[in-house]
């Protein structure tokens, strides 16, 4: 499935894969439709002493016969309902309600990895141990299929006495599925229910079971245990284990086939909040609206306010500029890196040239000669035959041969099978510009191999030019060590940040292609309803990947340190993490094959051996996101809808998004109209930051590495003297730049050393 088709505001699984998603959109059969009713409960009227018959009276007044599907506690003071818009309109001119807002459908969107993040070091397994088996990871996703081996549960104590969850039982899911590693698991389909009708036990589990693969995927590369001799058809061997092995889950199942609800999603946040997790990973992405709005910001606000570190994915809609979900400053936004593993196949030209592309292929061709090959575009009837769209193909010009189909529009792997259905015996996926040299392998149904866009517009050209084109494809073994990685993927959805733009994201980036996790018994391994084959593991990718393996290294650093919060975890991943390869050369960007940004990576590669010793936090409280939200400039009751607090910003202070206290800078310039050639007094910005000493005492002191001669950068003071632990300093950073062509960007780096730990913050400059 492509991200960039889906223009609809919706979440979506962040997976840059799956087809089970586009099943045809069922008609709702109800006039009715969901929405979220957020209640003044600090101005409740005094005649009710109990704040549910307040909301059912409200309710009861503008509908006899609505029902509430759920009440919310932690995520919000109010309850989601049915309403005829009608009706949501009256609701909202009721005194005591504080908005209305339409439900949102959201759709959706290791053997290799521990050792490519250093985790195997036996130094590193010995520090991070500590306190580990006391974490619980809750997963927001498609459920889990509790057989999987990674939940094997030999070796982990007693479930920690801080859980307060449950094992839900339904369809196919009993109290034994749940033991000491998947200690808890819920489902959420009240709000699905009542927009889609009752759930169909046929072809879904209602329980927390999850039927789709994805689910089981990000929670095992959480937190799963260590599993050897793990693969998928024989690729990628080796012990699979998730982030933190001692780590608990706790899985929460909100999407369903038809797509993950607001309402449900709310109440499972709100669940996950009383059940005691300690980091909540959601990949899952929304839109992109104010956060007041926003269903993951409201919910992840209440989270991290009960100190819950939450992780959500950066979405797949790179390599495009801005176009981010997950933005918000509490929440640790990841994108998406390759690893050091290929999956080689090798496609042969008939003029004797050969290509490396990726495949997850285990077969071979039916014949070891050429076979024919033609482009996808010359033998459809639709103007965009080219992408293998369903019966596009007309099959008389594709049976018996190769086909090249181009990505984009429909899932990799349908492809495939549109050309397997037009009687086509092979197929290239060929890339375009948009992703440039990015190769994810699939396990497709038939031969096929990927190419990167160099090599593809060559196999066209040798297609478009040859009388009787011809080709072979043929797959390799798991290859390791391949260099250079990481790469920020092309999917990886980039910033700026379009809600605030002066707060960089994504935050940092993590292993998110081709990446082995655990998989469900329910579909094979390309999740289409046709594949029969039964996997344990499978390799998919997407930022639904990299944002589970920064989950489970938050818990692997909470192990460590019980008592950082979640914004100090966060500052840890941060500071640590890495930008350049060994040989100093920046980190590269596949789509461009240019060195990446700070706007593709965040502060960098999560590195999370070094994070478990930071030297120095940016800490961050509750409080100083209420101070966000004055400067927003946002209202009383926009501060309510998030933050459930009776708030009134100070009119004296001067709040600034640019003192919040974050681990990174993005510093937008305001190029003045008229102004051409930027000929006109510099600007001056200044930034506030304090830092909190997590280790020995010690003298830090800044250095500044830029490459903008046209941004003056100044750091006061520039040496810090920690005395204690826990103890904080300040620091200001004054940017002073002449005005240059809106639209130029350009980077530095900020680094606070006591010699032996470096602090680091990327700050990104954009002239508008
Ligand atoms: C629970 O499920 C397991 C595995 O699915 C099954 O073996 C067991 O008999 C079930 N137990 C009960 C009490 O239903
Ligand atoms: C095949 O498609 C390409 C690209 O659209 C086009 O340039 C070429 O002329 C087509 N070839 C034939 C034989 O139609
Ligand atoms: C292509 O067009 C022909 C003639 O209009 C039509 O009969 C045929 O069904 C089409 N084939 C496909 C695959 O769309
Ligand atoms: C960060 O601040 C919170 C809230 O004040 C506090 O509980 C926590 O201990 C601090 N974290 C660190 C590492 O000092």
């Not at 505001?9 to 929405?35: D, N």
């Not at 018959?53 to 309850?79: C, N, P, R």
């Not at 289409?528 to 818990?555: E, K, Q, Y």
């Not at 974050?662 to 830092?691: C, D, N, W």
Request: hydrophobic share 35%.
């Amino acid at each position: 499935m492509n991200m960039l088709t889906l223009k609809y505001l919706q979440l979506v699984l962040l997976l840059v894969f799956s087809s089970r998603y586009t099943i045809a959109e069922k008609k709702t059969q109800y006039s009715k439709s969901t929405f979220i009713i957020h209640m003044d409960k600090f101005n409740m009227p005094t005649s009710f002493n109990n704040h549910l018959h307040w909301y059912d009276s409200s309710l009861k007044s503008v509908s006899d016969s609505a029902e509430m599907i759920y009440t919310y506690k932690h995520v919000a003071h109010g309850f989601s309902t049915r309403l005829t818009t009608q009706e949501a309109d009256l609701l909202a001119k009721q005194p005591g309600i504080l908005s209305v807002m339409p439900e949102v459908r959201y759709e959706l969107h290791t053997t290799r990895t521990p050792e490519f993040l250093g985790l195997n070091r036996a130094s590193t397994v010995l520090i991070a141990s500590g306190k580990q088996s006391e974490v619980i990871v809750g997963v927001l996703d498609t459920g889990v299929w509790p057989e999987l081996k990674s939940f094997d549960d030999t070796g982990l104590g007693p479930v920690p006495s801080s859980w307060k969850g449950q094992c839900e039982t339904g369809t196919n899911f009993n109290l034994s599925n749940c033991n000491r590693k998947l200690i808890g698991a819920r489902y959420f389909a009240k709000g699905y229910e009542s927009a889609y009708g009752p759930i169909d036990e046929t072809l879904e589990s209602k329980s927390p079971r999850d039927d789709d693969g994805h689910g089981s995927h990000t929670s095992t590369t959480a937190a799963g245990s260590a599993i050897s001799g793990a693969n998928l058809f024989g690729f990628a061997s080796g012990t699979a284990r998730g982030m933190a092995t001692q780590a608990r889950v706790a899985a929460y199942k909100v999407c369903w086939l038809g797509g993950c609800f607001t309402s449900d999603i709310a109440a499972a946040i709100d669940q996950a909040i009383e059940d005691g997790v300690n980091i909540l990973s959601m990949s899952i992405g929304g839109g992109t609206v104010d956060y007041y709005k926003d269903f993951v910001a409201i919910g992840t606000f209440a989270a991290t306010a009960h100190g819950i570190l939450v992780s959500n994915s950066a979405g797949n809609s790179g390599p495009s500029q801005g176009t981010l979900s997950n933005v918000a400053p509490w929440i640790t936004t990841v994108g998406a890196g390759t690893i050091d593993r290929d999956f080689p196949a090798y496609v042969t030209l008939g003029n004797g040239k050969q290509y490396l592309g990726a495949s997850l292929y285990n077969g071979k061709l039916p014949s070891d000669s050429p076979l024919p090959l033609v482009y996808a575009g010359n033998v459809s009837n639709d103007s965009s035959g080219n992408l293998c769209a369903e019966g596009s193909l007309i099959p008389r010009k594709v049976s018996g041969k190769i086909v090249i189909c181009d990505r984009g529009g429909t899932a990799r792997v349908a492809k495939g099978l549109v050309v397997k259905k037009a009687g086509g015996i092979g197929m290239i996926l060929s890339n375009n510009e948009q992703y440039g040299e990015e190769l994810v392998a699939d396990s497709f149904l038939l031969p096929a191999a990927a190419l990167g866009e160099k090599s593809s517009n060559e196999v066209k050209k040798y297609v478009f030019s040859s009388p009787n084109p011809t080709a072979k494809i043929a797959f390799g073994k798991t290859q390791l060590g391949v260099q250079p990685s990481p790469l920020v993927a092309a999917f990886s959805s980039r910033g700026p940040n379009a809600i605030t733009p002066k707060i960089l994201k994504p935050d940092l980036i993590a292993p998110g292609v081709n990446i082995l996790a655990g998989w469900t018994g329910a579909v094979g391994p390309s999740g289409l309803d046709i594949d029969t084959r039964h996997v344990s593991f499978n390799i998919i990718s997407g930022t639904s990947m990299s944002c589970p393996h920064v989950s489970g290294l938050a818990a692997f650093i909470k192990g460590a340190h019980p008592d950082w919060s979640p914004a100090a975890i966060r500052s840890a991943l941060m500071t640590t993490a890495y930008r350049t390869y060994k040989n100093g050369q920046t980190i590269e960007d596949i789509a461009t094959g240019l060195p990446a940004t700070p706007f593709d990576y965040g502060a960098g590669h999560v590195d999370p051996v070094a994070a478990l010793d930071p030297g120095l936090v940016y800490n961050a409280t509750a409080d100083d996101y209420l101070n966000f939200f004055c400067a927003l400039k946002y209202t009383q009751i926009q501060i309510k809808l998030i933050a459930r607090r009776d708030f009134t910003c100070d009119k004296r202070k001067n709040y600034r998004v640019e003192d919040l206290n974050y681990p990174s800078f993005a510093v937008p310039f305001e190029t003045a109209s008229g102004v051409k050639g930027g000929s006109h007094a510099p600007i001056t910005v200044k930034y506030q930051r304090t830092l909190r000493n997590v280790g020995n005492p010690g003298v830090y002191k800044v250095t500044v590495s830029s490459q903008s001669p046209s941004v003056k950068i100044v750091v006061e003071p520039q040496t810090l003297i920690f005395k204690g632990l826990y103890q904080d300093l300040g620091y200001t950073v004054t940017f002073t730049s002449t005005s240059k062509p809106s639209g130029t960007t350009s980077f530095a780096y900020l680094e606070w050393s006591d010699g032996k730990h470096k602090v680091t913050s990327p700050i990104a400059f954009s002239w508008t």
